[in-house]
T-cell receptor, first 114, second 110 residues
Framework: NAGVTQTPKFRVLKTGQSMTLLCAQD?????MYWYRQDPGMGLRLIHY???????AKGEVPDGYNVSRLKKQNFLLGLESAAPSQTSVYFC?????????????FGPGTRLTVT | RKEVEQDPGPFNVPEGATVAFNCTYS??????FFWYRQDCRKEPKLLMS???SGNEDGRFTAQLNRASQYISLLIRDSKLSDSATYLC???????????FGTGTSLTVIP
């Protein structure tokens, strides 16, 4: 099993450009999450999904959109990138609801917006 | 006030030392607690869950103090391979999300 994979691993965007980050998991997990990690801030939840076709806002959703069209994939979109969105983005998945067990993280995407 | 607060360190300890980290949380109704480990430029990975009665996994012991709203992680006989950032994670009794602390950096020195 590959676990949780993320593409791309690195990306540099100019302000105003758009992009989509792809997260894929092969563990048949219902729950998937997108976090961002910034120095001194810890990981913060952007959006999450409790199943195929569902999405919900997390702690810092502004400027991002998500879609979960297939159970194994969770996409994070930036429609108009801003320098404040420079961060490391982690996707995670879990079999049980949050708090019920382990979250498995992908390797991260390092995004720089200039 | 942040949901979860940790001393960022860094903690620099010699091999074989015992080191302890504390983490405080603000929501008294929080119900699930975890320690994750994150190596430099890598993803976080679950180290251990924290149960009300405390729990131990080899050299690692986690404890929960609900009255004072903190959790702790004790590492005995530190190894070089323990060098990492340790993230405290708390789930409140509402919602579907974790709250992560900013992490405590540990370096074990030969």
């Amino acid at each position: 099993n590959a676990g949780v994979t993320q593409t791309p691993k690195f990306r540099v965007l100019k302000t105003g450009q758009s992009m989509t980050l792809l997260c894929a998991q092969d563990m048949n997990h219902e729950y998937m999450y997108w976090y961002r990690q910034d120095p001194g801030m810890g990981l913060r939840l952007i959006h999450y999904s409790v199943g195929e076709g569902t999405t919900a806002k997390g702690e810092v959703p502004d400027g991002y959109n998500v879609s979960r069209l297939k159970k194994q994939n969770f996409l994070l979109g930036l429609e108009s990138a801003a320098p404040s969105q420079t961060s490391v983005y982690f996707c995670a998945s879990s079999y049980l609801p949050v708090g019920g067990g382990e979250q498995y993280f992908g390797p991260g995407t390092r995004l720089t917006v200039t | 006030r942040k949901e979860v607060e940790q001393d960022p360190g860094p903690f620099n300890v010699p091999e074989g030392a015992t080191v302890a980290f504390n983490c405080t949380y603000s929501n008294s109704a929080s119900q699930s607690f975890f320690w994750y480990r994150q190596d430099c430029r890598k993803e976080p990975k679950l180290l251990m869950s924290v149960y009300s009665s405390g729990n131990e996994d080899g050299r690692f012991t986690a404890q929960l103090n609900r009255a004072s709203q903190y959790i702790s992680l004790l590492i005995r006989d530190s190894k070089l391979s323990d060098s990492a950032t340790y993230l405290c994670v708390v789930m409140p009794n509402t919602g579907n999300q974790f709250y992560f602390g900013t992490g405590t950096s540990l370096t074990v020195i030969p």
